[in-house]
């Protein structure tokens, strides 16, 4: 039979739409669009991805046009305009995580086109041992991959559809989304941590539920085209940091595979990049959507959701030896592992095989 890989078909469902028996659907969005969807989809991938450009650019010609204004009144509209970017860009009590739900952000028209855009799927794998209230239950949620740009994290945490399965949870978020303007006012508005050791550590202290991207900056630049690797072979690294965390404040950790969460966009392959940004500590990619534009390609993101990886048991005030890190991390590389592998078929990719990297 010849494999189809467009990844949307017209019901919403998956392009085999048969799941393993023993898992069950909690989100599926149909994949019909509306060309208003489309337009808002293309819009704000402009306005907000590409806010690394849009908004220096914009800077520099309103300050350009303050330093070449001779009337007074002109001076201070551009100097107030210089301001007013400063302001929005470099901080203001608007990036507030109160300010986000006054405004019933999670709610917005823009994300009920961007999960019709990607056809949004959840898929609960718990097929036996160890389950547990997904929605409310203290957890540490594990998203693989990262992708060129981190969409199918964005759309599991902010959406309000979102919390249909994972319940309500705080991404964790590198320091370096700051740099993005547009990027960053939303990701404030849904009450991130920042991933320094010191702030993760305090809110689990405080018993909040997280998400992560355990591949970080490293995982965007796995992959094709990267030499020495093939089209159809995804990659996913695992680090060992926050599951290292997870067992010293005795929190399970839930993985997530994300099927299409690497084929939203393409990036160019150029030397020293990621060298670079592994040293800086932030992404310096070149990457491209639709028409050489920051607008992705219409991708199904089907997320998979599998069985919690527990901590191992260990006595009060004892110290974490590598050996229980290690122990979970082949525990947690299994799972990914095994959600892969089971799922991917059901969404078309049964030709491709996953590479999962421990560090």
Known sequence: MKERRSGLNPSGSSVYPLHPPDSRVLVRVPSDISF???????????????????????????????????????????????????????GGPHRSPRVGKWLQVRKWSLFQAWVKFIAMEVILDQPKGITMDVQQDKAIFAFAPHGIFPFAFAFGVLPDIATQSFGYVR???????????????????????????DSVERALALGDRIAVIPGGIAEIFEGYPKPNTHPDEEYAIVRSGFLRLAIKHGIPVIPVYCFGATKMLKRLELPGLEQLSLFLR??????????????????????????????????????????????????????????????????????????????
């Open 282 to 359: 932030v992404s310096i990619c070149l990457f491209f959507g639709v028409g050489g534009l920051p607008i992705p390609f219409r991708q199904r993101l089907s997320y998979v959701m599998g069985q919690p990886i527990l901590p191992p048991v260990r006595t009060t005030g004892s110290d974490i030896s590598d050996a229980h890190v290690k122990e979970m991390q082949d525990r947690f590389c299994a799972e990914v592992q095994r959600l892969f592998d089971r799922h991917k078929e059901a969404y078309g990719w049964s030709y491709k095989t996953l590479k999962l990297l421990e560090q």
């Open 36 to 90: 208003l969807d489309r337009l808002i989809v293309a819009g704000s991938s402009i306005f907000i991805v590409g806010s690394l450009v849009w908004v220096p650019l914009t800077a520099r010609w309103v300050y350009r046009r303050w330093k070449q204004a001779k009337d007074k009144r002109k001076r201070a509209m551009y100097a107030s305009l210089l301001v007013i970017l400063a302001v929005l860009v470099i």
């Open 171 to 197: 991404p964790v978020v590198a320091t370096a989304t700051r740099l993005f303007p547009v990027v960053r006012d939303f990701i404030s508005w849904a009450n991130p941590v920042d991933a320094s050791k």
